[in-house]
């Protein structure tokens, strides 16, 4: 499955983004989803995972309560709604998806995706 990663830009603290992951050449509703994102010097780290059937929705402590995930089944993509945005936030974001078979510390582990878009610049200002 090839995924593509959009929706990034530059946004004032306590602003929003939606970014989108669009894929193509599976359908996405069967693969759990990853969101990952990396700061300059960083390692890249989890921010949200939701499994292929919905029953299982994680997010990371520093994003619960600010971030949903949506699925669009028809058009084949994945969004991640980011609210009250800091400027912590600040990284490349990254889509990536397995296929079924994910529990507990998986979702949170790059290792175990198999597919991965491009990335999407997030910059937040102060």
């Known amino acids: 499955v090839q995924l593509q990663a959009s929706g990034g830009g530059l946004v004032q603290a306590g602003g929003s983004l939606r970014l989108s992951c669009a894929a193509s050449g599976r359908t996405l509703s069967n693969y759990v989803i990853g969101w990952f994102r990396q700061a300059p010097g960083k390692e890249r780290e989890f921010v949200a995972g939701?499994?292929?059937?919905?029953?299982?929705?994680i997010f990371a402590e520093s994003m619960k309560g600010r971030v949903t995930i949506s699925r669009d089944n028809a058009k084949n993509m994945v969004a991640l709604q980011m609210n009250s945005l800091k400027p912590d936030d600040a990284a490349v974001y990254y889509c990536?998806?397995?296929?079924?078979?994910?529990?507990?510390?998986?979702?949170?582990?790059?290792?175990?995706?198999?597919?991965w878009g491009q990335g999407t610049l997030v910059t937040v200002s102060s």
């Open positions: 990536a998806a397995a296929p079924p078979g994910f529990s507990g510390a998986s979702y949170y582990t790059p290792a175990r995706y198999d597919y």
């Open positions: 939701d499994s292929w059937n919905g029953f299982t929705t």
